[in-house]
């Protein structure tokens, strides 16, 4: 017996009528997003994945964090290190070479924030990654930073504090077994981040980026004359390889004057050295205006 034909649904009713009530909604969802777009509006803010997908995951964050390393070290001011708290729009270029240009605005956060203040301000920024070679290329301008005064102050006051300490400093590891920081240690800690940040930066590259994870010794503690001589160990997580690396950290700090820094990582390949101060060129062969 020949199967039975459905006669054709009424018109506005069944199946038909299921696929245009989405295909409306499209159209209308559609339309709202023309409409909602201000007049040059430009791209969207994520339009570096949207327009080449095939970048590496992260690559605004991990031309933040550099930037961020590089600011830091340049300031050269314990009392005004500074940490990312959001990327807002970046787009990124990529030539024949490999050669990455990322284009950027970010948002900081104060290193160690006092309650109840506010986010510290907002970098704009050029970071050029040189294939996988370490050390980009950095142009960078921060709004809101910390007022030169109250930077001066905390700095000359935490100086201090620091030519007070005895010699040698017993420090076993900053921080302890549980990731306390005794507050005492903190301006340790910090002038160890300050300067391990110069390396944090040249040892970046467009697929690694590093978390200063300890700081495991204190080898040399000098106050003889008015700079601090501060010859240190700290640990470095590399990330994405998850290795630890110890790198020995030797800097010369004065308030207001510029940071000098050294460094010896042992690391499982091939061992790095390098120097660098605070005058020191970080601008590529390619030429990086201001924003």
Request: glycine content about 6%; some cysteine.
């Amino acid at each position: 017996m020949p199967p039975r034909l459905q006669p054709p649904p009424a018109s506005g009713t069944g199946r038909p009528r299921a696929a245009v009530l989405p295909l409306a909604l499209l159209l209308s969802l559609a339309l709202q997003g023309v409409a909602a777009a201000p007049a040059g509006a430009g791209e969207p803010e994520d339009s570096l994945r949207r327009r080449d997908p095939e970048l590496p995951r992260g690559l605004l964050e991990q031309a933040a964090r550099a930037a961020l390393h590089f600011v830091n070290f340049r300031a050269g001011s314990p009392s005004s290190l500074r940490v990312l708290a959001d990327v807002l729009e970046g787009r990124a270029r990529v030539n024949p070479k490999k050669e990455c240009q990322v284009d950027l605005v970010f948002t900081t956060d104060c290193y160690n924030p006092e309650e109840g203040e506010e986010r510290l301000g907002k970098c704009s920024a050029r970071v050029f990654f040189r294939n996988q070679k370490p050390r980009p290329a950095i142009n960078v301008t921060c709004t809101r930073l910390i007022e030169k005064n109250k930077r001066q102050q905390e700095d000359y006051l935490l100086y201090k504090h620091m030519k007070q300490l005895k010699t040698p400093l017993d420090v076993v590891s900053i921080p302890d077994s549980h990731g306390h920081i005794d507050p005492s240690l903190r301006p340790i800690w910090d002038l160890a981040f300050l300067g391990g940040s110069y390396v944090m930066w040249e040892k970046t590259t467009q697929f690694l980026h590093y978390y200063m994870a300890q700081l495991s010794s204190v080898n040399q503690w000098k106050t003889n004359d008015d700079a601090i001589d501060f010859d240190y160990t700290v640990l470095l997580h590399e990330f994405s390889t998850q290795e630890i690396i110890p790198c020995r950290i030797h800097l010369v700090w004065y308030p207001g004057k510029p940071l000098k820094v050294k460094y010896h990582c042992q690391e499982l390949q091939t061992p790095e050295e390098a120097s660098g101060t605070e005058e020191g060129s970080a601008v590529a062969p390619t030429e990086l205006n201001n924003f």
